[in-house]
């Protein structure tokens, strides 16, 4: 069932099981084509232009790529997931103690299993625990695990933020022909926003259930902020939703991050940038018995920013810059991000009184968002 272990030879407070990645699926699946982007050709000269140009379709119509030479070694990747693994071994009462306060918009903590109702009486097989960043403003109670690793999983989370995402967002900037500071600097460590590193845990369902399900573990859906960077096991069940309109799976490769755009670069862009609508589905059959472990960075933006369309050269010559009098003008990103969570957290259950909806459309924040997809 469970990913295979071993015990590290570790001193004794810090004892962590090995977290080994699976065999791959042998199944053949009609894998997504998405470009990857090499960070370590960022600082060659004329870098930055090459990977911004073979960024340019990846952002516009695809709305997923993979980075490789990131700079955080496949060691200290499975660390993280040997966290993650240690944290949903606990006990439910033990972590219950660290419930997310979700009715309030904040998922900063446990979420526990079966939160979600995927389809009229059938919940969710997600365990989740989101680590926010670790500023005093942010600050809240940990499991042990979490706070003997703090160091360990504060630097990791300081890497994606300060070094990966840098280079991702002046690479994001370039393509919109923005100064390249331009997206950096709503996104700082030390700025207050909702940005964490998030630990997953899907469990895996006998075949019956699966089909109960149509196969679905989680519904088709945009990320709220703006970047999703995944650390993937070598486990196949993310898709997304293909130019063409069809899903197609997105091959976890050993070395890379998968990154998406999320729904925030999809306002500032107003569409340039596409927030891409995917989903997580049963296994193949040769891997449908794991259980799946998800590691997650969800990056935000500072929360007094407003979600109001950029000026940038490119959106005026495409004529998506005008005046901005959306109703997005008005809105805080922190105030759309705490919305979203919470419009997530209760709506499901009116969505699925209406008899579900293949596409919903919901006012969040101020702003119209299409919600769901099945
Ligand atoms: O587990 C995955 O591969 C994706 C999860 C996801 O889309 C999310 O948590 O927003
Ligand atoms: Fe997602």
């Avoid at 994606?160 to 393509?175: G, M, S, Y």
């Avoid at 109001?308 to 922190?334: C, I, M, Y």
């Amino acid at each position: 069932m469970a990913t295979q272990t071993r015990t590290a030879p570790t001193s004794a407070s810090h004892v962590l099981p090995t977290c080994h990645q699976p065999e791959e699926s042998k199944s053949e699946l009609d894998w997504a084509d998405l470009v990857t982007l090499d960070l370590s050709q960022i600082d060659a000269p004329g870098g930055k232009q090459k990977l911004a140009k073979q960024l340019d379709d990846a952002v516009h119509r695809v709305g997923f790529f993979y980075i490789t030479n990131f700079g955080l070694t496949q060691e200290q990747i499975d660390r993280q997931f040997a966290i993650a693994k240690n944290l949903f071994s606990l006990s439910e009462e033990e972590k219950l103690r660290y419930r997310a306060d979700l009715e309030h918009g904040n998922y900063s903590g446990y979420r526990p299993l079966g939160s979600i109702e995927v389809f009229p009486g059938l919940r969710d097989n997600i365990e989740m625990y989101n680590v926010f960043k670790f500023i005093p403003e942010l600050s809240r109670t940990h499991p042990e695990v979490i706070r003997q690793h703090r160091e360990e999983i504060e630097s990791f989370q300081r890497h994606i933020a300060q070094d990966t995402v840098q280079k991702l967002l002046t690479l994001i900037a370039i393509v919109l022909e923005l100064p390249e500071g331009a997206l950096t600097k709503g996104h700082r460590y030390d700025d207050v926003s909702h940005c964490h590193l998030r630990y997953m845990l899907y469990h895996a369902r006998s075949a019956e259930v699966n089909a109960k399900f149509q196969d679905v573990y989680t519904k088709g859906h945009t990320d709220f902020g703006s970047l999703t960077l995944l650390f993937r096991q070598s486990i196949a069940a993310l898709q997304i939703l293909a130019p063409d309109g069809a899903w197609k799976w997105v091959k976890p490769y050993p070395g890379s991050i998968t990154v998406n755009i999320a729904d925030v670069l999809q306002f500032w862009s107003n569409g340039y940038l596409k927030s891409s609508v995917h989903r997580v589905v049963a296994p193949p059959p040769d891997q449908a018995h794991l259980d799946r472990l998800g590691l997650l960075y969800f990056l935000r933006p500072a929360h007094d920013l407003d979600l109001k369309t950029l000026d940038s050269p490119l959106l005026r010559r495409l004529g998506l810059k005008g005046d901005d009098h959306s109703a997005r003008e008005g809105v805080k990103a922190g105030d759309w991000v705490r919305a979203r969570v919470k419009g997530n957290w209760d709506t499901a259950k009116d969505r699925n009184a209406k008899g579900g909806a293949r596409e919903e459309e919901e006012v969040v924040g101020g702003v119209k968002v299409i919600k769901y997809y099945d």
